[in-house]
């Protein structure tokens, strides 16, 4: 199949499951055009001979506040499609995607292109941003006039029925994890450049937005290091980053709490790991847990939304209540203070990742793409 994805570029979970997926299918043998406004930074190489990438640009104009992107992307998308018969459009994150989508089909049935678009929903697409009134209506539109909608998991999938008007089939698929590609990748892990062998790791990877809780993440860290000598590594960018940089500062942390920005070696850095910190406001899945379990590193969590389907509580980590530092810092020195359980956990969390392996959830898309070409509305 020719495949056409949009999605964000970013660092952000749901940029990276696109790449992923596009990645994967492209070594099945379909051809992948990505259509976005810079290069996917999980897109390392555009060697590969069937990825394809197809940047959107938006030329400046003094008259525009905000820029036309939904405009500039559906414009793109209609060109891509013709020129290279695309055959399905499968757009991630809601916003603008599905929209930009939906206008493409449009403007391209006009001149007698069917294209049928799949739309992933991913998360803050529908619980945050979506869900806000100014864009509810165009959110609940363009779900409802996506030929197949998919969700990561089957709490947002109830989270996209409770708060829209949904009179589409919502299917679910999960995100995925490719376990071979990090077996291959297996190297000895330099832990001693990071901390001295006495000293456990804990890491927290995120975009560090108010929903990700930062401060939860280094209060518990603070609650474990009093009992566990022990290093955290914090990975990533985003708005929460400098309060917590200052208060690390404040608290004379600075040695024991290292920032290591955003990371194309997020596998490097998990082999260090003997814990991955998420205690969440929101997740719809929790990417960064399962790349975590996938590397062998159990996860204290909070148990929200689709966390719980990811994480198992007291097999490949904890769950605990959104906001219960002391909960998770107790369950987090249940696994540091008892080497015997650590590794226990260690095995388990990669066994509940390989549940999410690439190649049982890669099969299901192409199932709905077959099905959305073979039902195209037009
Ligand atoms: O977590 C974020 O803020 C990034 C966001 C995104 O859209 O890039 O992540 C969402 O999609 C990921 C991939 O499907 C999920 O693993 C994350 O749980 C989800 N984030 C939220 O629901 C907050």
């Known amino acids: 199949m020719k495949i056409a994805i949009v999605c964000y570029p970013t660092f952000g979970g749901s940029g990276v499951v696109a790449t992923e997926l596009g990645i994967a299918l492209s070594k099945i043998g379909h051809t992948i055009h990505f259509i976005t406004y810079h290069q996917p930074v999980r897109l390392e190489t555009l060697n590969i001979p069937n990825i394809h990438f197809h940047e959107v640009e938006i030329p400046d104009y003094p008259l525009f506040k905000y820029q036309p992107y939904e ?66 209506p165009a959110v609940t539109f363009s779900i409802n006039h996506s030929d197949r909608v998919t969700a990561v998991s089957e709490s947002l999938k109830q989270d996209t029925l ?34 001295p062998k006495s000293h456990k790791i804990i890491t927290h990877i995120s975009n560090f937005r108010p929903l990700k809780r930062i401060q939860d993440v280094i209060k518990i860290f603070e609650k474990i290091s009093s009992s566990v000598s022990s290093k955290l590594l914090m990975v990533g960018e985003g708005p929460e980053k400098q309060k917590a940089v200052d208060y690390v500062k404040e608290k004379g942390l600075t040695e024991s709490i290292s920032f290591l920005g955003n990371s194309n070696e997020i596998d490097k850095i998990l082999c260090y790991s003997d814990l991955f910190l998420l205690p969440s406001e929101k997740e719809s899945f929790g990417l960064s847990a399962l790349e975590a379990m996938a590397n062998k590193v159990p996860v204290i969590s ?18 605990s209540d959104v906001g219960d530092l002391d909960g998770m810092a107790k369950n987090a020195l249940l696994l540091l203070q008892d080497d015997i359980k650590l590794e226990q956990f260690k095995e388990q969390a990669k066994e509940q990742a390989s549940l999410f392996d690439i190649d049982a959830i890669i099969s299901q898309y192409e199932t709905v793409y077959s099905e959305a070409i073979a039902s195209n509305q037009f």
Do not use: Q, W
């Open 162 to 195: 409770r708060l829209f008007d949904i009179t589409t089939k919502i299917d679910v698929i999960t995100n995925f994890i490719d376990i071979k590609k990090i077996e291959a990748k297996e190297m000895p892990c330099k832990r001693d450049l990071l901390a």
């Open 302 to 319: 909070s148990n929200a939304g689709g966390i719980p389907e990811v994480n198992k509580d007291n097999f490949s980590g904890y769950l």
């Open 71 to 136: 405009l500039a992307l559906s414009s793109r998308l209609v060109d891509v499609v013709k020129a290279h018969t695309i055959d399905v459009l499968h757009v991630h994150y809601a916003i603008p995607h599905a929209y930009a989508g939906y206008m493409a089909k449009k403007m391209l049935a006009d001149e007698g292109f069917h294209i049928p678009i799949v739309t992933t929903l991913h998360g803050t697409d529908i619980t945050l941003v979506g869900s806000h009134p100014f864009y509810r």
